[in-house]
């Protein structure tokens, strides 16, 4: 346990932190498993519409430092091609 008054502080927020983004990690979770799910389906307007909001929340969580920006480009570009692939099918 930390022994100062800052320090404290410090374990104190680092638990606020880690809740906040464990939270946004697991909504980016399933925001792709709604995707996967409606391309599965096969509903492709569907997938396109929950691509954009998984695509806005990754997004944001790169731009906020949650996940590594080439990793939110990576997924988001995978999901896409998934996508597109679907759709010559």
């Not at 502080?9 to 939270?23: D, E, G, P, Y």
């Not at 691509?51 to 731009?63: P, V, W």
């Not at 590594?68 to 679907?86: E, G, M, P, V, Y």
Request: no cysteine.
């Amino acid at each position: 346990m930390a022994n100062t008054k800052s320090a404290q502080k410090r374990a104190r927020q680092s638990i606020v932190r880690k809740q906040r983004n464990l939270s946004k990690k697991t909504a980016i979770k399933t925001a792709f498993k709604k995707v996967d799910l409606a391309l599965n389906e096969g509903n492709i307007e569907q997938a396109k519409v929950l691509f954009k909001d998984a695509e806005s929340k990754i997004a944001r969580a790169a731009g906020k430092g949650i996940v590594h920006r080439k990793t939110a480009q990576r997924k988001t570009s995978r999901l896409a091609q998934r996508i597109r692939t679907s759709e010559q099918k």
